[in-house]
């Protein structure tokens, strides 16, 4: 797997919208003299970062969707059940749409990358605090399921309201913002990316083993000694951290998390999370990147949403595969 | 020398905390239970079999009163060490999962394993003894969504038994399965007691199978909680109290519950 990662990610950057011949690819990749020095920063300052971006955001959302899969025992659950995405697009669409109704101090600040990354963070930050206020008070793990598909509905009519009174530039702006892209991202952003989820998939470690128990549900976690409150805080802390700061850097990244645990697991035909974790992360990368590269358009001048094509492309693998296989379980 | 107390609960009340006053179930619960013994609950449905067993094995606290499991009061001791002494089977369908017969029964060693949840020998040992007690070692290697109730049920046992405790609690495992299972799961559990010394406390509807089986009895009626072995709660004439007459009635010589014609 780790070596069709390789593979695929090799072919990411070989591919896109400006064609470079391989040989001159392989020569800027060993740092050799090339024919023509705009590859070279085509290559290294565009294609590179966009690729790790992409093997981040699929190893990131895969992960998260697993998780809560298994804490909501719930084949349904993605990474966004929880709101998070709906609370960084409420952030962002309050910093895009809401400019010119608030007006003033809004709008006298640039809309930049940046601005953009904090509103988003911002607004997941909101919805998780909320989400984990909740959490505090409430016993059933299900009901935390139900609050965060609400929490992302109140976010969604802010937002339809915030549309409503909006130029069409500014709805523009937004709607290419949801779209999702992985390009766009600087070394620095990447770094702060990478090393967020590196840390949250530290603290995941510590969780395999209760996420195994907690198959058995609750209860029967409980009886084999999990502490089952710290579990569910770590789960849904790293879960929203790694959304958050996925949904802010690259927009609501649709499907990948979804799709990807089920992948993996009618692949591996496996339930243990020690082997989960880690093939979740690599196939996800791994889809990551093969969307991306569809979405480049070979040889086209064309640039496809990338959320358009996560479903597109991936919502039949998992069709099929379940048709084939006859079961969905977690 | 006196035998210590495996299990213990002096004046306890069971029930749900509500803001609005105490909802209790059943009050001024006492009994000792001593090693080795096959202990079965018994009483008319919904009279507050599931909720004590939840209560003795602290999945919900009492109102009222202590449990203590080994001379030690259940509120203070830890959830690992709790896990090391006490083992459940519940009422809980499990969820599907991919999860082999091995795996689930593996995850009973989850109170002894490292961080990591790794086997060391040892768990493998006990994992085997386990699957071999309960005699499922030949389905080992499928996954749980393709076992049958009564299988699935002697899987959460073997589980139960791979956790070593010197307690297991059932809730009701005869529940849904045919009456060659239901024999079978008795049979297992009677052979547990017999050959590794443990308790086995069940709440179980199976009156009859009950009576020939377990050491002592455990009986629950409206405002009443009585133990004790067979005979002594025959000739305190317990039993006859443990359902309404109009229909079914204990009859003394054949220590058997029968149809009241």
Partial sequence: MLILLVLVWFLNINLGSIHIPFKQFVA?????????????????????????SAILVGSGLGISGLLMQTLFRNPLAGPFVLGISSGASLGVATLLLGASAIGGVFSSIAVSNWSISIAS???????????????????????????????????????????????AEELQQF??????????????????????????????????????????????????????????????????????????????????????????????TTSNHRILLPAVAILGAILMLICDSIAQVPTSEYTLPINAVTSLFGAPIVIWLLVRKHKTVL | MEMKNILKASKLSIGYAHKKGNYSIANDISFELTKGKMVCLLGKNGIGKSTLLRTLSKMQPPLNGSVFVDET???????????????????????????????????????????LGKLNDQDYKKIQYALEQVGISDIQSKKNYE?????????????????????????????????????????????LVKNTKKTVILSTHEVNLALKMADELWLMTENDFKSGTQEELIALKELDKLFPQDLILFNPKSKQFEINN
């Fill in chain 1, 28 to 52: 800027i990749l060993l740092n050799s003299p090339v024919e023509n020095e705009s590859w070279r920063y085509i290559v290294l300052h565009f294609r590179i970062p966009k690729s790790i």
């Fill in chain 1, 121 to 167: 963070s911002l607004g997941s930050f909101m919805v998780l605090s909320a989400v984990l206020i909740a959490v505090k008070r409430i016993r059933n793990t299900m009901s935390i399921l139900i609050i965060g598909l609400m929490f992302g509905s109140i976010s969604a009519a802010i937002i339809n309201v915030l549309s409503y009174f909006s130029s």
């Fill in chain 1, 175 to 268: 709607i290419f913002w949801s779209f999702g892209s992985l390009g766009n991202l600087s070394w620095e952003e990447l770094g702060v990316f990478a090393s967020i989820l590196f840390i949250s998939f530290l603290f995941l470690i510590l969780v395999i083993k209760p996420l195994n128990s907690l198959l058995l549900g609750e209860n029967y976690a409980r009886s084999l000694g999990i502490n089952l409150k710290q579990t569910r805080y770590i789960v849904l802390i790293v879960t929203s951290l790694i959304t958050g700061v996925i949904t802010a850097f690259s927009g609501p990244i649709a499907f990948i998390g979804l799709a990807v645990p089920h992948l993996t697991k009618l692949i591996f």
């Fill in chain 2, 73 to 115: 009061n259940l509120n203070s001791i830890s959830e690992t060490l709790l896990a090391q002494k006490m083992s459940v089977v519940l009422t809980e369908r499990i969820p599907e999962s991919q999860l082999t017969v091995f795996e689930l029964v593996a995850l009973g060693r989850q109170p002894y394993t490292n961080w």
């Fill in chain 2, 147 to 191: 076992l049958s109730d009564g299988q699935l049920q002697k899987v959460m046992i073997a589980r139960a038994l791979a956790q070593d405790t010197s307690l297991i609690i059932l809730d009701e495992p005869t529940a849904h399965l045919d009456i060659h299972h239901k024999i079978e799961v008795f049979n297992i559990l009677k052979a």
